[in-house]
């Protein structure tokens, strides 16, 4: 799913192609992509885009006189600019066509039209604009694990499943810890690692696009440390990493980082082995080891 960074360059490109030009159609191929009728798909055709916003993980195009297009792309969704690919809308502006694909067969994606911008704000706090006391505020306010803090859009904005792994490990905490549990230092480490991790991210994507359009928004990047690494090395101490899966997600970690040489239960393996669960990484190695092996033949 496109997270903060893939969002903000997404709308770097839009502000360069379509702000002040007229929306002249808007051709739906999907009937699952609308999820609203009022106001109507005909209020904002004819009108010029007065401005474009970020809400959350979301893409909101705001069109005179108040009305606001707002996409959720979810995990598959993806925009591009006069593409000739298969789409399941396409917005025609004075200036080019924007598409929006939607790969496999969940049509999770959708739009809705709205005069009330703020009913679609889930109300997280924005990272790059707080404070460190706001910071704090916002994620002990409940006790969680920090993976589910970090990827709650009501606390935090834009924030999900891959930025998250690459913030836990910047800040070397583990993603079951507690939120209320944590102390000053280590809220200031995840502060300044949150921080640090949109920035860098943010500005590595602008590179990549340059004038262009983004043309590879992906939740798996090489550059990576934790996200979609399982059993890569960690570049820090060159530990294999880990993953914790749950349901269609997978959690991403470094045990001597982040855990302090404890692996973390996977929810499907662990309860299949139950108390032989292993608890290090040499217990994790020693299961992987053939029967027999170590042992000398008498």
């Not at 106001?39 to 885009?49: F, K, N």
């Not at 834009?158 to 507690?178: H, K, R, T």
């Not at 590179?207 to 939740?219: I, N, R």
């Not at 880990?242 to 045990?255: G, H, L, S």
Request: with cysteine.
């Amino acid at each position: 799913m496109p997270e903060l960074p893939d969002i903000t360059v997404y709308l770097d490109a839009l502000r360069r192609r379509i702000l002040g030009a007229k929306l002249e159609s808007v051709k739906l191929t999907s009937p699952f992509l609308l999820r609203s009728i009022d106001p109507p798909l005909s209020a904002a055709l004819g009108q010029p885009v007065k401005a474009l916003a970020r809400v959350g993980k979301r893409i909101a195009i705001g069109v005179e006189p108040d009305v606001w297009l707002v996409l959720h792309l979810m995990i598959a969704g993806r925009l591009h600019w006069n593409s000739k690919k298969p789409a399941q809308a396409t917005f025609t502006f004075s200036t080019g066509a924007l598409t929006l694909t939607e790969a496999g067969t969940q049509h999770r994606a959708s739009l809705h039209l709205t005069r009330r911008l703020e009913d679609f704000n889930p109300g997280g706090l924005e990272v790059l604009d707080a404070t460190l006391a706001q910071f704090s505020a916002a994620l002990t306010q409940e006790n969680h694990t920090l993976k589910r803090t970090l990827t709650d859009p009501r606390i935090l904005s834009g924030i999900g499943n891959a930025y998250s792994d690459e913030i836990l490990w910047l800040a070397q905490l583990s993603p079951i810890a507690q939120t209320q549990k944590l102390s000053p230092a280590e809220i200031e480490r995840l502060y300044h690692a949150t921080r640090q991790c949109l920035t860098e991210w943010i500005g590595r994507l602008r590179a990549e696009t340059g004038d262009g359009f983004p043309a590879k928004v992906t939740a798996f990047r090489p550059e990576m440390a934790m996200h979609g690494k399982y059993r890569s090395p960690c570049p820090r101490c060159g530990e294999p990493v880990q993953r914790i899966r749950y349901a269609a997600n997978e959690t991403n970690y470094c045990v001597r980082c982040q855990t302090g040489g404890k692996l973390l239960a996977d929810r499907g393996l662990s309860r299949l082995l139950g108390k032989d669960w292993p608890r290090t990484l040499e217990e994790l190695e020693a299961l992987k080891r053939p029967p027999g092996a170590g042992q000398k033949n008498h």
